[in-house]
C-alpha cells in the first residue's frame, strides 16, 4: 500500500485518478564478508552446497577448523554424501587437533561409541574433558555421565559433580537437574536441598522433563521451594503434554481432588488412562474412575483420544515412567 506521502505528490491524470507510484525495490543487502556461507547451506538443507563450500575451507594453507568439523558431520550423517563414519572421525580429529571444540565433543562420542573406529572410553573422557575446558557444555554433561557410571563399577560422584556443576553454569538443562539430584542426596557434593530445588527449578524453565516432575512436586509439598499448588499443578501439565507418565498420573490425581486445578473427574480420568497405556497403574483412580457419570466418562475418553492423537505414539513404558533416575549420555 503507498504512503500517504506518495499518494499527496503524485500527479492527478485527466480522469482524475492518481498515477500509481512506482515501485520502489528495497536494495539488495550487502554480502556479509564474514558469513559461514557453508553452515548458512547446511542449515538450509543444502548439504551438497554446503559440502563444497567447506571444502573451500580446507585447501592448501587454509586450515579451517570449522569447515573440517562440518565435513565430518555431513561424513557422519550422510548427508549429500554417502555416510561414511571413518572418514567422519578422521576430519573430527583433524579438528579437534586445531582446538575446535565440537569435534571435540563429536570425536568423543566417536570413541564412546566405538563410531569409526574402536571404542575408547579413556580417550572419550579425555576428548569431553578438553571440549569442556573452553565451553562445551553437552561435553561436561557427558563427562558427568561417565564418571557417574564410573570404572569398575566405582562412582566418581566428586568428578560427576564438578562436571555437571559446570555445565549447569553453561545453562545445559540436563545437568542441571543430574547436579540437582546430587545436591540432594549430597553425594560427591554437600548435601543442599535449597540449592538443589533451585537448579531443579532452573532445568525446569528449560523443559527438562524429569525436572518438571521433581520440581511440581517439590513446588506441592513445599519442599525446599515456596508451596504452590497451582504452580505445581502447571509443572505436571506441561510434563504431561510431553508424553511423561508420572506427571499424566499426578495431574488425574489434582484434578480428582481439585488441588491446584478446579475439580474435574473427566479431565482426571483421561490423564489417568494415558498414564495407564504406558503401563503406570493407580488402584485409587482406578476406583475413583467407577464412580463417574456415563456423561464423564463419555467426555473421558473424548479428552483421552484427543491427547493421545496430540502426543503421538507412546513412549517406550520404561522411558515414561522415568521421572527421575541415572543421567546418560547426551549426543
Do not use: C
Amino acid at each position: 500500500m503507498p504512503s500517504l506521502r506518495d499518494m499527496m505528490i503524485t500527479t492527478p491524470t485527466p480522469s482524475g485518478v492518481p498515477n500509481a507510484p512506482e515501485e520502489k525495490k528495497a536494495p539488495e543487502p550487502p554480502v556479509d564478508p564474514n558469513a559461514d556461507l557453508a553452515y548458512g547451506a547446511f542449515q538450509r538443507g543444502h548439504y551438497i552446497a554446503a559440502m563444497a563450500e567447506a571444502r573451500k575451507r580446507v585447501e592448501g594453507r587454509r586450515l579451517d577448523p570449522a569447515a573440517m568439523t562440518l565435513i565430518g558431520k555431513l561424513y557422519a550423517d550422510g548427508l549429500g554424501v554417502g555416510r561414511n563414519e571413518a572418514e567422519a572421525a578422521r576430519w573430527f580429529e583433524r579438528a579437534a587437533a586445531l582446538g575446535d571444540r565440537e569435534a571435540m565433543f563429536a570425536l568423543g562420542l566417536a570413541r564412546l561409541q566405538g563410531v569409526g573406529g574402536e571404542k575408547d572410553p579413556k580417550e572419550a573422557a579425555d576428548w569431553f574433558a578438553k571440549a569442556g575446558e573452553i565451553g562445551q557444555s553437552e561435553a561436561l554433561y557427558n563427562l558427568g555421565v561417565m564418571r557417574l557410571q564410573g570404572e569398575n563399577g566405582r562412582p566418581d560422584f566428586k568428578g560427576a559433580a564438578e562436571a555437571f556443576k559446570a555445565a549447569s553454569e553453561a545453562g545445559q538443562a540436563d545437568a542441571q537437574y543430574a547436579y540437582a539430584a546430587l545436591l540432594k542426596e549430597g553425594s560427591g557434593v554437600d548435601k543442599n536441598v535449597e540449592e538443589s530445588v533451585l537448579w531443579l527449578g532452573r532445568a525446569a524453565a528449560q523443559d527438562q522433563i524429569a525436572a518438571l516432575v521433581e520440581y511440581g512436586i517439590a513446588r506441592f509439598n513445599g519442599s525446599g521451594v515456596e508451596k504452590d499448588e497451582a504452580d505445581a499443578a502447571r509443572l505436571f501439565e506441561r510434563a504431561a503434554e510431553r508424553g511423561n507418565a508420572i506427571a499424566q498420573n499426578r495431574l488425574a490425581r489434582l484434578y480428582a481432588y481439585g488441588r491446584g486445578v478446579g475439580r474435574d473427574p473427566a479431565r482426571a480420568a483421561a490423564w489417568h488412562r494415558l498414564a495407564r497405556a504406558q503401563g503406570l497403574s493407580d488402584a485409587w483412580l482406578e476406583g475413583f474412575v467407577q464412580t463417574l457419570s456415563e456423561a464423564d466418562r463419555a467426555k473421558a475418553d473424548e479428552l483421552s483420544k484427543r491427547w493421545e492423537a496430540r502426543l503421538g505414539p507412546l513412549p517406550a513404558a520404561e522411558a515414561a515412567l522415568a521421572g527421575s533416575g541415572s543421567p546418560a549420555p547426551k549426543p
